[in-house]
C-alpha cells in the first residue's frame, strides 16, 4: 500500500521558517518525481514546488520561488519543503504528492494527508 506522510507543519509567524517532511513507502518512489501542493481554505488545490527523481532537477510556483526549497533522499524516501520567509498567504495545508501525470501541475497519482501550516502576520 502506497503511504506518504507529511510532517513538519505548525504555527510561525510571518518571516519565519518551516521544514516540512514527508517519508514515502509502498512503491519504489526512488524513480518517481515527487512534489509538494498546498490547499488554502476556500480555495483550490495549487502547484508549490516538484522535484525529479534524482534531484537534478526542481521547478517551483512563481509565489514561493527563492524561499522554498525541495530536496530529496532517495535513501530514506524522503522529500523535503524547506520554507523561509513565510508569508500569511503562505497559511494552507500542504500536502507531498508522487508520479505527477503532468509536471508543474496538480496531477499527481499519490497524495499524502496533508499537514497545516499556519503563518500569522
Known amino acids: 500500500q502506497v503511504q506518504l506522510v507529511e510532517s513538519g507543519g505548525g504555527l510561525v509567524q510571518a518571516g519565519g521558517s518551516l521544514r516540512l517532511s514527508c517519508a514515502a513507502s509502498?512503491?519504489?518512489?526512488?524513480?518517481?518525481?515527487m512534489g509538494w501542493l498546498r490547499q488554502a481554505p476556500g480555495k483550490e488545490r495549487e502547484f508549490v514546488a516538484q522535484?525529479?527523481?534524482?534531484?537534478?532537477?526542481?521547478y517551483y510556483a512563481d509565489s514561493v520561488k527563492g524561499r522554498f526549497t525541495c530536496s530529496r533522499d532517495n535513501a530514506k524516501n524522503t522529500v523535503v519543503l524547506q520554507m523561509k520567509n513565510l508569508k500569511p498567504d503562505d497559511t494552507a495545508i500542504y500536502y507531498c504528492?508522487?508520479?505527477?501525470?503532468?509536471?508543474?501541475?496538480?496531477?499527481?497519482?499519490?497524495w499524502g494527508q496533508g499537514t497545516q501550516v499556519t503563518v500569522s502576520s
Open positions: 522535484i525529479s527523481w534524482n534531484g537534478a532537477i526542481t
Open positions: 509502498g512503491r519504489t518512489f526512488s524513480s518517481d518525481a
Open positions: 504528492a508522487a508520479h505527477p501525470r503532468k509536471s508543474g501541475t496538480t496531477e499527481f497519482d499519490y
